[in-house]
């Protein structure tokens, strides 16, 4: 089977070996565009509003505020330690730190809730 794929605005010819066994290639569509796709019914339990999120997966080197602390927009609030860099958390406004998901040593996943800010 021989594809025309742009990449860059630049139109390449390829050859592809079709198997015996026919699979579907997920996100390639023939003719330009997506079928419609019906939205998902899947639950989703994420951060609320309020929490301050991990921007990439690491583990937690040091916690800088305490529960009750009031803090101010930028202020520096824990250190995340990934493949041996350290990135610095701060708050992206002023208020009341009211809860800690972490501590010193916890590994983290990007998009987890660290804290809460109110």
């Known amino acids: 089977m021989k594809l025309k794929v742009t990449v860059n605005g630049i139109a390449y010819s390829?050859?592809?070996?079709v198997e015996e066994e026919q699979r579907q290639l997920g996100s390639i569509v023939f003719g330009g565009s997506p079928k419609n796709l019906e939205p998902?019914?899947?639950k989703v339990s994420?951060?609320?509003?309020?929490?301050v999120v991990a921007p990439l997966a690491g583990?937690?080197?040091k916690v800088l505020?305490?529960?009750g602390d009031q803090?101010?927009?930028g202020q520096?609030?824990?250190?995340?330690e990934a493949m041996k860099m350290e990135t610095e958390i701060t708050a992206p406004n002023a208020g009341t730190v009211t809860h800690l998901h972490v501590a010193p040593g916890d590994p983290v996943q990007g998009g987890q809730a660290l804290l809460e800010i109110e």
């Open 14 to 17: 390829v050859d592809v070996e």
């Open 40 to 42: 998902s019914n899947a």
């Open 46 to 51: 994420g951060a609320s509003l309020n929490a």
């Open 59 to 61: 583990s937690v080197f």
């Open 65 to 67: 505020v305490a529960e």
């Open 71 to 73: 803090i101010e927009e």
């Open 76 to 80: 520096a609030l824990l250190i995340l």
